[in-house]
């Protein structure tokens, strides 16, 4: 079966300007959760998505938000971007999340902040 | 709070040693669960197993085997007979259990294995 689906690989944004990343979970999966990683911080949780509704979010500042629609799939979005907006952004699949959940992550959307 | 650190940034062995990769944690829950997933050059991360608190067995499958001991609150990963296909970044994670029904895993820093032929 098909894998975590992230569009797009690469992006160049300027600063200021906003940016939306998009993740299809695997089919059936319900649970949809976006990472960070950069040199720096490592990989840092930013928010969970279950039946469309945020569950957990991490500590990042009100310019990154998200949503999931009714058929799993997710966005992320990143307003005002800053040069430290640049990073690796992953999105994680499961079937019903929970803390023991094994998830399946996608390659990753690599965002550069120019 | 939370916390995982992996101690080594960067391991290089040579084909056929053994590695292990070391993993300690921090939690004041009594329920959680420990994961390692690898992070190969193409950027998405492959899990590889998970164990929960109350089991503290040991894991071998295959070349790969993981030590966990909770009175020490580690969780160790070993190759034996390391192979080039082993070179990768990996990641021991935490999820808590208590007040949390979602998955929000907590990553070490990594360790980026190096074997060479």
């Known amino acids: 079966k098909a894998g975590v689906t992230q569009t797009p690989r690469y992006l160049i944004k300027t600063r200021g300007q906003q940016v939306t990343l998009s993740c299809s979970p695997i089919?059936?999966?319900?649970?949809v959760s976006w990472y960070q990683q950069t040199p720096g911080q490592g990989l840092q949780f930013l928010f969970e998505?279950?039946?469309?509704?945020?569950?957990n979010k991490g500590n990042f500042p009100g310019r990154f938000s998200g949503r999931q629609f009714s058929n799993s799939r997710s966005e992320m979005n990143v307003s005002t971007l800053e040069l430290g907006d640049s990073a690796l952004y992953l999105c994680?699949?499961?079937?019903?999340?929970?803390?023991?959940?094994?998830?399946?992550f996608g390659q990753g959307t690599r965002l550069t902040v120019v | 709070a939370q916390k995982v650190t992996q101690a080594q940034t960067e391991i290089s062995v040579v084909e056929k040693e053994d590695v292990t990769l070391d993993c300690v944690y921090e939690?004041?829950?009594?329920?959680?669960?420990l994961f390692w997933y690898k992070q190969p050059p193409s950027g998405e991360l492959v899990f590889l197993i998970r164990r929960n608190s109350f089991d503290e067995q040991n894991e071998i499958s295959g070349r790969y085997s993981w030590n966990f001991q909770k009175s020490t609150s580690s969780f160790n990963f070993t190759i034996t007979a390391s192979q080039v296909v082993d070179s990768a970044v990996y990641f021991c994670?935490?999820?808590?259990?208590?007040?949390?029904?979602?998955?929000?895993?907590?990553f070490g820093g990594g360790t980026r294995l190096m074997v060479k032929p």
């Open positions: 994670a935490l999820s808590e259990a208590e007040g949390n029904a979602g998955n929000m895993l907590t």
């Open positions: 939690t004041r829950d009594t329920t959680y669960y």
């Open positions: 994680a699949s499961s079937l019903a999340g929970g803390p023991n959940t094994e998830a399946f």
């Open positions: 998505y279950f039946s469309e509704t945020q569950r």
């Open positions: 089919s059936g999966h319900r649970s």
